[in-house]
């Protein structure tokens, strides 16, 4: 294992090799270095997701909102990335503490993206309220009488 994550051929036979070097105590096997890598890849994969399933919820209430695109396109989209939401933050609950600057670089890209296609003009900054942005779609919808 002296090859960087990056360089490795195998991933995946890595990934087994330092799990059970770890789990047998043998830490004379294990790259500290590209597990302390592999770490923070983690951490940064999941902040990545965060952000692209906030863009999608923001771009669906920004159609939704300012009467842009096919309504039902945009329920739909919201429901589907509501609910990608709902469980990404139950698997990973410390993800709500970044949810603000999450929301906040999201919303940009959201903004951008409605914006080029459908020559909107949309508020600088997010203006709906994180707790609307992270609600369960299924309860918005049972509210709303789509639901029974």
Request: one cysteine or more; aromatic letters at 8%.
């Amino acid at each position: 294992m002296e090859k960087q994550l990056r360089n490795i051929e195998d991933a995946y036979k890595w990934s087994l090799e330092t799990a059970a070097a770890l789990r047998a105590g043998d830490f004379s096997r294990i790259n500290t270095e590209e597990l302390i890598d592999e770490i923070e890849s983690i951490a940064s994969g999941l902040w990545r997701e965060l952000e692209s399933i906030l863009k999608d919820i923001l771009e669906g209430m920004l159609m939704k909102e300012y009467g842009y695109g096919d309504p039902q396109e945009a329920d739909r989209q919201l429901v589907t990335a509501q609910g990608e939401l709902q469980l990404l933050l139950y698997s990973s609950p410390s993800l709500r503490d970044a949810l603000g600057e999450a929301i906040a670089q999201a919303y940009q890209r959201a903004r951008r993206d409605v914006t080029e296609d459908y020559g909107a003009a949309l508020p600088d900054e997010c203006p709906f309220a994180v707790e609307r942005i992270v609600e369960d779609p299924y309860d918005r919808l049972v509210a709303e009488g789509k639901l029974v």
